[in-house]
Structure formats: C-alpha cells, structure tokens
C-alpha cells in the first residue's frame, strides 16, 4: 500500500522520527511537503479558500490544503488505497499486517475512509476481524488526522467537495453526512501521536476568545445552509439509523 507522510519543509526532528519508525518497520514511503497556513498570502487564502470558512486558522488552512494535495496524488496516479501519515506519530508494530489485510477487506469501488487512530465513538458489531487482536468498526465519531487509509474514489469525492477549502481536516462526519466515503475503525488503533505532538509547530494552542467566536458562528452558518438533502439525511440518521446501533464510547 502507497504510504505517504505530509511533513512541513523545517519540521526536521518530525521527518527524522517518522522515517526511523517506518523505516524499522520496512515500509516504504512518500514524503509530500506539507502546506504551511502561515506562509499563505491573503490573495492564496482567497484563492484555495470559500467565504464561508470553518477553517480560519492558518494552520488549518495548511492542514487542510496539505491533505487535499495528497488527495489529488491519489487520484491522479490512480492509486486503488493509501495510508496518510501526519508526521507526529508513534507507530505500532501491527501497522504492516493491517496494511496487508485491508485492501482484502474493503471495497476499492466503494469510497471509504478507514481511521487507524484512536476514535471517539464506534459502532460495537464487529464488520470484519482482521487479526486475533484488530477489528474493522464502522466510525461515529472522531477526530485528528494523523493516520488513516483512504482509497481513490474517496479521494476523489473529497477533492470534489472539500475544495476550495471550507472545513478542517479532520471534521470526519462530514464525510459521512455529505456522501464522501463511509467511515472505518481499525481497533485497537495501531497509529498514536508521538511526544512530539505536544509540540506546537503552528503555535496555534492558545485560545482566542475572536477565532472561537467566529467559528461558532460559521459553524451555525454551515449548518443553516446546508443543502436540503444533507438535511434530511442528517435527520433519517439521527432518528431511524443510530438509535439502533450499539455505540462505543471512548
């Protein structure tokens, strides 16, 4: 499987340490140069953003960017699956064999998005046991990107929907809500965030009371104008699919 790794041109200590891990792992990689948000000018942020933005960050704007540019690799090489590594994790020693069972496993015409990483909420029926230890779940909810298979056609919806850049990237549901690809768990997960994760390459920890404002308002904006559609298939959800689903919470 195609395994590449979205890295910032300066962020060494990152690249080394991701490297190493797969390297230990013999599992060849890509490395795609990360978009940095700050570096953006007000005319690019224009240019690859909507007016309506929940990612208002430049930091999210990049991260955002960044993974559509692997999207865009995926499609145009017609790549049938690829693991997308953000460049602050810890991988486990399993990575290999999930990576080897899951083109077995899910279908390369139907656009999915498999998270490797820790969720929030899944659903507890099992969909395929890949190994005595992992299962594939179907994801409820989630968050972070720093790991996860995404096939073609998926990548292809998210290219379609998601750019110019409206949202960030790793707001999964909206996946699942505007008929981007269905959503996967492998659990346990084997990819985690590293120590190095703790530290903020985009120094955008702190929280400003203006941009939490702003978002909130976008957010409810969003929502307000969503296609009808979206709507009703948000409702049908909410009151036919997930009250009869088991759901773990974690």
């Given at each position: 499987?195609?395994?590449?790794?979205?890295?910032?041109?300066?962020?060494?200590?990152?690249?080394?340490?991701?490297?190493?891990?797969?390297?230990?792992?013999?599992?060849?990689?890509?490395?795609?140069?990360?978009?940095?948000?700050?570096?953006?000018?007000?005319?690019?942020?224009?240019?690859?953003?909507?007016?309506?933005?929940?990612?208002?960050?430049?930091?999210?704007?990049?991260?955002?960017?960044?993974?559509?540019?692997?999207?865009?690799?995926?499609?145009?090489?017609?790549?049938?699956?690829?693991?997308?590594?953000?460049?602050?994790?810890?991988?486990?020693?399993?990575?290999?064999?999930?990576?080897?069972?899951?083109?077995?496993?899910?279908?390369?015409?139907?656009?999915?998005?498999?998270?490797?990483?820790?969720?929030?909420?899944?659903?507890?029926?099992?969909?395929?046991?890949?190994?005595?230890?992992?299962?594939?779940?179907?994801?409820?909810?989630?968050?972070c990107s720093h790991g996860y298979v995404i096939n073609a056609s998926a990548a292809k919806n998210a290219l379609d929907s998601l750019y110019p850049v409206?949202?960030?990237?790793?707001?999964?549901?909206?996946?699942?809500?505007?008929?981007?690809?269905?959503?996967?768990?492998?659990?346990?997960?084997?990819?985690?965030?590293?120590?190095?994760?703790?530290?903020?390459?985009?120094?955008?920890?702190?929280?400003?009371?203006?941009?939490?404002?702003?978002?909130?308002?976008?957010?409810?904006?969003?929502?307000?104008?969503?296609?009808?559609?979206?709507?009703?298939?948000?409702?049908?959800?909410l009151l036919i699919k997930r009250p009869f689903i088991k759901i773990i919470k974690q």
């Amino acid at each position: 499987m195609n395994i590449f790794v979205v890295n910032l041109k300066d962020s060494v200590d990152r690249r080394k340490s991701v490297e190493l891990q797969l390297n230990k792992l013999h599992l060849q990689y890509e490395l795609v140069e990360g978009v940095d948000g700050r570096a953006l000018s007000n005319e690019e942020i224009m240019q690859h953003t909507r007016e309506l933005n929940y990612a208002c960050k430049p930091g999210e704007i990049g991260c955002s960017l960044s993974h559509l540019k692997v999207y865009r690799k995926i499609v145009e090489y017609n790549i049938p699956y690829a693991l997308i590594l953000e460049d602050d994790i810890q991988l486990s020693a399993d990575l290999p064999l999930i990576l080897t069972e899951l083109p077995n496993i899910i279908k390369e015409n139907t656009p999915s998005v498999t998270l490797l990483t820790h969720v929030h909420q899944y659903d507890a029926k099992i969909q395929h046991k890949i190994s005595p230890q992992h299962a594939l779940h179907v994801l409820i909810e989630a968050s972070c990107s720093h790991g996860y298979v995404i096939n073609a056609s998926a990548a292809k919806n998210a290219l379609d929907s998601l750019y110019p850049v409206w949202m960030v990237a790793d707001k999964w549901k909206i996946f699942r809500e505007y008929s981007i690809a269905s959503l996967f768990a492998v659990l346990p997960p084997v990819i985690s965030h590293s120590e190095l994760s703790k530290i903020s390459i985009i120094n955008e920890q702190s929280v400003d009371i203006n941009i939490s404002k702003l978002k909130k308002l976008t957010e409810e904006s969003l929502r307000k104008n969503r296609p009808i559609k979206i709507k009703l298939k948000r409702i049908l959800w909410l009151l036919i699919k997930r009250p009869f689903i088991k759901i773990i919470k974690q």
